[in-house]
């Protein structure tokens, strides 16, 4: 588990370091790729909670071992979504946003909750195992159903609340060479 960690400041110190470097870093297509993860993230969600709702397996044994086979994609999607936004989307909106207090705020509080997010959703991913989801279906249900629930309120207020942020950086790179 540490290594994973290590992939995310490895990340983090690979933002932006100035002004001249934002435009040159910005990546118009950043939020349409942090959207199509999340569509995909929730694709393979409800493939799995189809087959957890009795879709598309005849027997236990046959949907568990579908179930555990779709989780490493799921494991997968999220890591490099995690990266991309901590690689690239965080600090750029940091050093774009660099005079405004609110807004680093709102950067810090995302970044700090999403942490524990992904803590708890890596952990929770390394452990559904095909034998935890056949020994404790009970347990693996629960936990499936509040990692959905989490998700779909972050994806929520990450897409209204900080990608507005980032989709508005050109336009501050705008203003402020008019004003500069």
């Known amino acids: 588990m540490r290594d994973f960690f290590k992939i995310f400041k490895s990340a983090e110190s690979k933002q932006i370091r100035g002004p001249a470097e934002l435009i040159d870093n910005y990546d118009p297509d950043l939020i349409h790729k942090l959207k ?5 993230l929730l694709h393979v969600y409800g493939q799995i909670k189809n087959l957890l709702d009795g879709h598309g397996s005849k027997s236990p044994r046959e949907r568990n071992r579908k179930i555990s086979a779709l989780i490493p994609r799921l494991k997968t999607i999220f890591v490099d979504h995690i990266m991309l936004e901590n690689g690239r989307l965080y600090g750029q909106i940091k050093l ?3 005079q405004d207090d609110d807004v680093i705020e709102s950067v810090h509080a995302f970044k700090s909750q999403m942490s524990a997010i992904q803590k708890k959703v890596y952990s929770l991913l390394s452990s559904w195992t095909f034998d935890f989801i056949t020994l404790s279906p009970h347990k693996f249900r629960e936990q499936f159903r509040a990692l959905g629930k ?27 060479a008019l004003i500069g």
């Open 36 to 40: 199509a993860d999340h569509k995909e």
């Open 96 to 98: 774009a946003y660099s």
């Open 150 to 176: 989490s998700l779909g309120e972050r994806i929520n207020r990450e897409e209204a609340s900080l990608y507005p942020f980032y989709e508005e950086i050109p336009n501050l790179h705008r203003a402020n």
